[in-house]
């Protein structure tokens, strides 16, 4: 079992639409969690850190549940900007981040 | 504007040749970190350093080497004994003991000709 499975996609959407991802991960001691962007041949940015409450920035919601160790994101009203690869992170430690292997986001005219 | 800068951008190497990745960051981060990506597959940590002059093995460092001499500058080389070193590099850096996660540099695509 991988220590991040995320689901590969490609998701194919309208804009306008919502869209979510989820991710699982395999360690319960996992202590960070966050979505980071990557675009085509481009460096991963951070989205988003992963709150046990949940947290939300615009049109992007994250929630994670511990219980059932997965996270997911929500993305509202996509826009054609939003095309990318989403990475779901998880971390023991600093110095322990494990990254899943992206779900591709198309968001079409 | 502070940030990582990698370099060179594109780097093509020959059977059985040493190449070295340029890492530079002004972020005045303490934590540095190499990971290479392949396609289809999550990034995997090769080497990281939290402090200079003391540096770590991460999962793939067979065929890998490092140095961490001043806190700004972490280059990696990747040697003959990497027998499959095409891939896209990146390094990061992260203030030490927070969890904000990481700053990626823009990343070296190393071609194996």
């Known amino acids: 079992r991988k220590e991040v499975e995320q689901d590969p996609g490609p998701f194919n959407v309208p804009e306008g639409a919502t869209v979510a991802f989820n991710c699982t991960y395999s360690n319960s001691a996992s202590q960070s969690f966050f979505w980071y962007r990557q675009d085509c041949r481009k460096e991963p940015k951070l989205l988003m850190s992963?709150?046990?409450s949940g947290n939300e920035d615009g049109r992007f919601t994250a929630q994670l549940n511990r219980a059932s160790q997965y996270i997911s994101l929500l993305i509202r009203d996509s826009k054609l900007s939003d095309s990318a690869t989403y990475l779901c992170v998880v971390s023991l430690n600093n110095n322990d981040m494990r990254f899943g292997a992206g779900t591709r986001l198309t968001v079409k005219p | 504007d502070g940030g990582i800068t990698q370099s060179p951008k594109y780097l093509f190497r020959k059977e059985g040749q040493n190449v070295t990745l340029s890492c530079e960051q002004n972020l005045n981060h303490d934590a540095m970190y190499w990971y290479r990506q392949d396609p289809g597959q999550g990034l995997r940590l090769i080497y990281y350093s939290q402090i200079v002059n003391d540096f770590q093995k991460g999962d793939i460092a067979e065929g890998y080497s490092v140095s961490r001499e001043k806190k700004e500058s972490f280059p990696l080389t990747v040697t003959s004994a990497q027998k499959n070193p095409t891939a896209f590099y990146l390094c990061a850096s992260s203030i030490e003991r927070t969890f904000y996660g990481y700053t990626f540099g823009s990343g070296t695509r190393l071609t194996v000709v």
């Open positions: 992963v709150y046990s």
